[in-house]
């Protein structure tokens, strides 16, 4: 199971992969185009940050010749273990297989469908992007497609990973992934939606008070 960081935001990451056992950061156009900077530092700063794990970029053209010339020069400047996300559409389907004929390493992204992740997983795609909430959306049922594309990669012995992503609850996250997703990836304050809460701290507390009514507030390695 892979948890991975869906922001560009570089001290978000820096924080986030200090607490986490994040696999990589996954980004897009929209999430770059958040942070105001230029493309190459700010994913260079990005890979600094996060060291050999995964890092997803997602190519901006619409030809396969031209979408090969990015993954090339994203490749040249980010490292090998950099993920290329393409778009599963017919050309999209063209590039993915070319790039892996080439030896990259490529994520199939605006995944809605299991078709598209059986014909993305068929020209050898790492990962496959259902969108989660984006398929809620369109009153298109996201656990059934993710339960689809996990049997039908299981049952076809399929290499290829489900990286599940568009996701606006905890709930999604987790739906995602019992219903077979291998990663997903979210904004960072999802992850901490999971483990900070009202009801947490109480709890939290009340360890504190009762350990506080007999030992005060000594903490353990100063008892004998
Ligand atoms: O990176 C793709 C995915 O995370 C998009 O998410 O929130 O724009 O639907 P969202």
């Given at each position: 199971m892979k948890i991975i960081l869906d922001t560009a935001h570089l001290e978000d990451i820096r924080k986030y992969n200090r607490i986490y056992e994040i696999a990589g950061v996954t980004s897009n156009p929209t999430i770059l185009s958040?942070?105001?900077?230029d493309f190459f530092p700010l994913l260079q700063n990005i890979r600094q940050e996060i060291g050999d794990k995964e890092l997803h970029v997602q190519v901006t053209a619409s030809s396969c010749t031209e979408m090969l010339l990015e993954a090339k020069s994203i490749v040249n400047i980010l490292g090998k273990d950099t993920y290329i996300k393409v778009p599963t559409n017919e050309e999209g389907i063209k590039t993915i297989k070319q790039l892996k004929h080439l030896g990259y390493k490529v994520t199939a992204t605006a995944i809605y469908t299991a078709q598209q992740a059986m014909l993305a997983a068929s020209v050898g795609a790492d990962y496959v992007a259902p969108y989660y909430n984006r398929m809620n959306n369109l009153n298109m049922d996201s656990r059934q497609t993710i339960t689809e594309i996990a049997t039908l990669f299981k049952l076809h012995h399929c290499e290829t990973e489900i990286l599940a992503a568009s996701f606006k609850n905890t709930n999604q996250i987790m739906d995602a992934l019992l219903c077979g997703a291998h990663a997903v990836t979210a904004s960072p304050q999802l992850y901490t939606q999971m483990v900070e809460s009202p009801v947490i701290d109480h709890a939290i507390k009340e360890f504190y008070k009762d350990w506080a009514s007999v030992y005060q507030d000594k903490p353990i390695y100063e008892l004998k």
């Open positions: 958040r942070e105001c900077a």
